[in-house]
């Protein structure tokens, strides 16, 4: 069977599939409301959260553009250390807000005490980070970091893109004290793209209502009057919600930590791997996402021709991101991928090592 392994999209089970297949229903009607909330209720336990939870058609950058706009009238910290870190500031500055960004080096994960540092000089209204960066394979602190500003700045508000990594890797969000979680479907919740789910916190919205000019589609005050009411302001993505309501069972079903647990194994051996045919990870060893595997090319592969290979073999990896294109490549290990996919695919790069030595070598 075809499998690809890319950081989304992901492959989708054929039952979810088949659930987008189910006859339309009005939007407004108690039968849609019914699975919409059925659907959203059971998404908390994603977050392990009480608080609300968002479900929009929108990629996850969407919900990016709604906590800078929602959760700050001016002061943004953005914690940068990858590609989508930085859109995190490309977000917040083309919002019009006054944003500094905290630049550490792809390959380090953010510090927390350096935050913390940060906090103290300015009065923040909002820190924003990325959980787990795609780019690099690198799975940030949140925790300690959350614990470093509340502890400097108990009144700012944080905000957690896990686009990536929910689903996949345990995010507390209540425990940990985060006030703004989102991800997207087409990753770890192996649905197909078009839509996005955020967790907000009661304090969070609070804040919202004070803060002007949050726009209409990504107003956070106005979808939490419409989630009372089982809906979104607008059409929401129906047969997507379809999909979500049935993959969420399967999920809960796997059950959480077991689904974690998988994650993580498979993480370990790709990682393991890579290290033994004397290919670094990138990420620093106790940072090291269980979601993405980002490797340094040290054999200066030509990753478009180990591509080709592979998809003769039905497979597919992702080249480096960015900066790092053809530096490194990606291994993705999250959703419905199993760990006999990954025997699969190591089985086909060790034919390819066999067939194609490095340019290096």
């Excluded at 990629?59 to 910290?77: C, D, K, M, P, W």
């Excluded at 309501?245 to 796997?254: F, K, M, N």
Aim: net charge neutral; with cysteine.
């Amino acid at each position: 069977m075809p499998h690809m392994f890319v950081p989304g999209p992901v492959d989708v089970a054929d039952e979810v599939l088949q659930a987008q297949a189910q006859p339309m229903l009005p939007h407004r009607s108690p039968e849609y409301e019914a699975i919409h909330r059925r659907a959203a209720e059971k998404a908390r336990q994603l977050f392990f959260t009480r608080h609300r939870v968002f479900l929009m058609a929108s990629s996850g950058t969407g919900f990016q553009e709604a906590a800078v706009r929602n959760l700050a009238r001016e002061r943004i910290l953005v914690c940068a250390n990858g590609a989508f870190a930085e859109r995190w500031f490309q977000v917040a500055t083309t919002n019009g807000k006054n944003a500094d960004k905290l630049t550490f080096e792809w390959d380090e994960p953010i510090a927390a005490e350096v935050v913390a540092a940060a906090l103290q000089k300015t009065p923040y209204e909002l820190v924003v980070l990325v959980h787990n960066e795609t780019s690099t394979g690198m799975q940030n602190p949140v925790r300690e970091v959350a614990e470093a500003v509340r502890a400097t700045r108990p009144d700012t508000l944080i905000a957690v893109d896990a686009v990536s990594s929910l689903g996949g890797a345990k995010i507390e969000m209540d425990a940990w004290g985060l006030d703004m979680v989102f991800t997207s479907s087409q990753k770890c919740l192996a649905l197909p793209p078009g839509l996005a789910l955020a967790a907000v916190s009661d304090r969070a919205l609070q804040k919202a209502e004070t803060v002007p000019d949050r726009g209409w589609y990504f107003d956070l005050v106005r979808l939490e009057k419409h989630r009372l009411k089982d809906s979104t302001p607008a059409t929401p993505a129906i047969s997507l919600i379809y999909a979500l309501d049935r993959q969420l069972d399967r999920i809960l079903e796997e059950g959480l930590d077991a689904r974690f647990a998988r994650h993580a194994a498979m993480a370990r051996r790709v990682q393991t791997w890579a290290e033994a045919h004397g290919m670094p990870v990138f990420a620093p060893e106790g940072y090291r996402s269980h979601t993405v595997t980002t490797i340094v090319n040290t054999h200066d592969w030509d990753i478009a021709a180990l591509n080709a290979f592979l998809m003769e073999r039905e497979m597919r990896i992702a080249n480096g991101y960015g900066p790092l294109k053809n530096k490194t490549f990606r291994i993705a290990h999250m959703g419905e991928t199993q760990p006999h996919h990954i025997e699969e695919l190591l089985t086909a790069l060790e034919e390819f090592i066999r067939q194609r030595p490095s340019r290096k070598s």
